[in-house]
């Protein structure tokens, strides 16, 4: 019964009624986030762009189909130095990708780039495929998570619908990380050195990492090819612990750090993990810090 109701309710109410709401109301993220719906809609940017995003009643999805994508603060400035690196870059390795919103925008803002996305949760994986199929995009789309070993691994969750209908967005191989009402799936790891040598991948340009404080695992498993391919990294560190592990995989000389805010533009600086308000960290190669100036700001 309760299936069918979600059914009922995000399906074909949601499909239907929601589409003619929005075109004369639109709520504040607290109230659109609980007007979900099951489905397929389309996204128009104010720069022009056309994209198609499934929607399988996640949060993030109902507030981009409900405010518009350039008006949802969700990671706001996180998503535009994103597209600004995504225009001039060959491999991008969207690794947590979720459902798939940064691969998207990467094929979105650069159709020529090869862009492999990474979502070892199988019913979030669904949806990223799906993102790929209704674009007509050439995603290449892997069902496992990075880190520095090989094998299977329990994959954490919060929640007793989080491998089911729900998306938490906090899926992690930490199981230290968000433990109350924990649940776990067992799914298969890989190191990213290895991925890079079995797919001969000469190089990557841009990487995302958001694996929920695991992001040191997978740079660690990238081995020699850090140095080598001196991506452009956006990551997630939730604190100076993580932070300092991560410091010690890059070359200072070579490097500029520089913490998201949100709101406002990048801020240079030298710790990671210091902010307790953005999370997200810019770790850019010197020979690009010209594709990102007009976003810096002094503090």
């Not at 340009?205 to 140095?227: A, M, N, R, W």
Request: include cysteine; aromatic fraction near 12%; hydrophobic fraction near 40%.
């Amino acid at each position: 019964m309760k299936k069918i109701l979600r059914i009922i309710w995000f399906k074909i109410i949601g499909r239907i009624v929601f589409p003619l709401i929005r075109i004369i109301y639109t709520p504040t993220e607290p109230i659109s986030r609980k007007l979900r719906l099951i489905g397929k809609f389309r996204i128009r940017t104010k720069d022009g762009k056309n994209f198609y995003l499934f929607n399988n009643a996640f949060h993030l999805e109902t507030n981009i189909f409900w405010l518009g994508i350039d008006n949802y603060t969700w990671e706001k400035m996180t998503r535009q130095i994103w597209i600004e690196f995504c225009k001039s870059s060959h491999i991008i390795f969207d690794i947590g990708s979720n459902s798939g919103i940064f691969a998207v925008l990467a094929k979105v803002y650069n159709p020529n780039s090869t862009v492999i996305a990474f979502e070892p949760q199988p019913n979030i994986f669904y949806v990223l495929k799906k993102n790929n199929k209704i674009n007509g995009f050439d995603i290449h789309c892997e069902n496992i998570a990075l880190a520095n070993n090989e094998g299977s691994m329990p994959f954490y969750n919060t929640g007793e619908a989080a491998f089911t209908t729900e998306n938490t967005t906090a899926g992690s191989l930490n199981k230290d990380w968000r433990t109350e009402n924990q649940n776990s799936i067992i799914v298969a790891v890989k190191e990213l050195k290895n991925y890079i040598e079995e797919n001969q991948i000469k190089g990557i340009d841009l990487i995302k990492i958001d694996v929920e404080t695991f992001e040191y695992e997978v740079l660690s498993g990238y081995g020699k090819y850090l140095q080598i391919h001196k991506p452009v990294v956006i990551l997630e560190v939730q604190d100076r612990t993580i932070g300092k592990n991560i410091e010690s995989l890059f070359d200072a000389s070579l490097y500029s750090f520089f913490n998201i805010d949100e709101d406002s533009g990048l801020i240079k600086i030298n710790d990671l993990g210091m902010s307790e308000k953005n999370h997200n960290y810019l770790l850019c190669p010197e020979s690009k810090l010209g594709l990102i100036e007009k976003y810096v700001i002094a503090k």
